[in-house]
């Protein structure tokens, strides 16, 4: 069964601080690695991963995807109290299949 | 561009009643899901469309649930009858059709369902 597992479930930091999102992945015909960031309504996509070692940035959040040790981090620096949200780490194999993650809840505190 | 319209937003309903989503999604978006997410959990895809058929539909409890979408467009997502557990938010989201582009997808603000 595919799993998708992140880490950690929780994390409080205080502004200005920079995190490291951890997210690891077991599955069949791998095809890509997302995350998507979900505040108090639907998920908002971040950034989409297939090829190993390339840093995809975006502002102060950037990821990086590891195709050998199966894991993805997303970093976040300078944090802001509007990153405070749930991140997610969804995989997408096969045909047409995502698995999801439980998320990584983030606050962030002035 | 227009997003992923669903509705209603909120809806309170009693278990055993009966209940309908709506989700119209991104124009030119082939593929249609609909995801179950329980308050601190990841969705949990109920359903997925290419056009007007059902890609994958395994993890649907089909005995209370059913979904469709006739015309390749829009989509209704029915719970009948509603379990407690049912509580949870329902989000649409679309995506294109080709390898990696399916992966990326774009949801709706989602249905907030409260079963009493």
């Known amino acids: 069964e595919d799993k998708v597992v992140q880490s950690p479930l929780s994390l409080v930091v205080h502004e200005g601080d920079t995190v490291t999102l951890n997210c690891s992945y077991e599955v069949t015909n791998f095809r890509s690695l997302l995350w998507y960031k979900q505040e108090k309504k639907a998920p908002t996509f971040l950034f989409m991963l297939t090829s190993s070692g390339i840093e995809k940035k975006s502002g102060r959040l950037s990821s990086i995807l590891d195709k050998k040790e199966l894991f993805s981090i997303l970093n976040i620096t300078a944090t802001q109290t509007g990153d405070s949200a749930v991140y997610l780490c969804v995989s997408g194999a096969g045909s047409y299949q995502l698995t999801f993650g439980k998320g990584t809840k983030l606050s962030v505190i002035p | ?116």
């Open chain 2, 1 to 116: 561009e227009a997003g992923v319209a669903q509705s209603p937003r909120y809806k309170i309903i009693e278990k055993r009643q009966s209940v309908a989503f709506w989700c119209n999604p991104i124009s030119g978006h082939a593929t249609l899901y609909w995801y179950q997410q329980i308050l601190g959990q990841g969705p949990k895809l109920l359903i997925q469309f290419q056009n007007n058929g059902v890609v994958d539909d395994s993890q649907l409890p089909k005995d209370r649930f059913s979904a469709e979408r006739l015309k390749g467009v829009d989509s209704t997502l029915k719970i009948q009858p509603a379990k407690l557990e049912d509580s949870a938010v329902y989000l649409c989201a679309s995506s294109l059709v080709g390898g990696a582009r399916t992966d990326t997808q774009y949801f709706g603000p989602g249905t907030r369902l409260t079963v009493l």
